[in-house]
């Protein structure tokens, strides 16, 4: 009996520890699986430029994702965020996040979608855009959980071209011909002063996007002598003169763009 209880109570031992074993070993497998996926979500993240937000909205209290911290220049920090110390680098211009929370507790708006600018570490202004959807916690506490993008790249994009748009526009109205074109569907792109004035046309109707009939269709035609008129065609090119009955003359080059419309001079 002795010899079997020993027996027993080895092989209950000696199973024990297999499955202590066995489960530490699959405990750091699942450790290591984990760490791989986080650190590929990392990853992903810093390469798209953008973080993921976990906002308390009741103790006002932030998590960052470590991404949030390369985006700002900053170092990676586990710590929590305080609400004053995010609306310290906060634009004061952009977002209050106070009176942000306080209308998401109020009104109970199921997602959040705003733009602002927040101070890089090394002191410019970094342009980012939240989408975060409210999410109430076991407690019954409400967080903005979500994520955020580094749109600082397409916002000087967009101020460049409107810029450029603006030096464009500004250009064309400054010469001294008639300047109209139109795209391949036969809508109007961009007409300058001088076009507008020789067909007196109202501003409603010179807009981008007018259909070429209806420009027509409102514009007034100046008169044209029959007897004036002269064409020239060169590879898709026409150029014509027109005599108008109060003897001036016009010289109208008319020219195909690589999208198909065409640019009328």
Not at 162 to 186: K, P, Q, Y
């Amino acid at each position: 009996m002795t010899a079997v209880l020993f027996v027993g109570t080895s092989l209950i031992l000696i199973a024990v520890v297999y499955a202590f074993f066995a489960q530490m070993s699959r405990a750091r497998e699942a450790d290591r699986i984990y760490n791989a996926t986080q650190a590929r979500v990392d990853t992903a993240l810093r390469r798209g430029r953008c973080g993921l937000w976990d906002w308390d909205l009741a103790r006002g209290r932030l998590f960052w994702s470590p991404s949030m911290y390369v985006i700002l220049g900053m170092e990676p920090n586990s710590d929590l965020m305080g609400f004053n110390d995010l609306q310290g680098m906060i634009h004061p211009d952009d977002v209050d996040l106070y009176e942000l929370a306080k209308e998401v507790l109020e009104t109970g708006q199921p997602s959040v979608d705003l733009e602002f600018r927040i101070r890089h570490a090394g002191g410019e202004w970094v342009w980012l855009r939240m989408r975060a959807e409210v999410v109430r916690d076991r407690d019954g506490s409400h967080h903005l959980i979500g994520i955020t993008v580094d749109v600082t790249e397409q916002k000087t994009l967009a101020q460049e071209n409107a810029t450029a748009a603006i030096r464009l526009r500004d250009g064309i109205d400054t010469i001294s011909e008639a300047f109209v074109i139109w795209d391949s569907e036969n809508r109007l792109v961009m007409c300058n002063s001088k076009y507008q004035s020789l067909h007196q046309l109202p501003d409603s109707v010179a807009r981008p996007g007018t259909p070429y009939a209806e420009v027509m269709a409102a514009a007034r035609q100046p008169k044209v002598s029959s007897e004036g008129l002269r064409y020239s065609m060169t590879g898709g090119e026409r150029s014509y003169e027109a005599r108008l009955d109060d003897g001036r003359w016009l010289q109208i080059n008319e020219r195909r763009t690589k999208d198909g419309g065409f640019v009328s001079v």
